[in-house]
């Protein structure tokens, strides 16, 4: 079992970074697939991006592509988005996922595992 705290999240103007990070604790991090996911007010859950264990897969939702990069550090039990060239339709609720069933990458429910999300805020 593993357990995810996300962190890096706050407020910031249109065309400004973010770098999240999610801490995971246990020792097999390194097997899980990792994502990210998002949800605003009054809208769904929807997939930001994802990783695979190895790191040697990622995808991307066509919102954030070219504008977000996935990554992860097994030694360090971390994984990261860098958010760049954020827009106001970014802001919502971030939050970190992992699994290790392998399951599809790009859908909530192939990740059983969830952190308690971090507010990511950009203004116009």
């Known amino acids: 079992q593993v357990q995810l705290v996300e962190s890096g999240g706050g407020l910031v103007q249109a065309g400004g970074s973010l770098r999240l990070s999610c801490a995971a604790s246990g020792r097999t991090f390194s097997r899980y697939d990792m994502g990210w996911f998002r949800q605003a007010p009054g809208k769904e859950r929807e997939f930001v991006a994802s990783?695979?264990?190895?790191?040697?897969?990622?995808y991307y939702a066509d919102s954030v592509k070219g504008r977000f990069s996935i990554s992860r550090d097994n030694a360090k039990n971390s994984g990261y988005l860098q958010m760049s060239s954020l827009k106001p339709d970014d802001s919502a609720v971030y939050y970190c996922?992992?699994?290790?069933?392998?399951?599809?990458?790009?859908?909530?429910?192939?990740?059983?595992?969830w952190g308690q999300g971090t507010q990511v805020t950009v203004s116009s």
């Open positions: 990783i695979s264990w190895s790191g040697t897969s990622t």
């Open positions: 996922a992992a699994d290790y069933a392998h399951g599809p990458l790009t859908i909530a429910s192939s990740f059983n595992y």
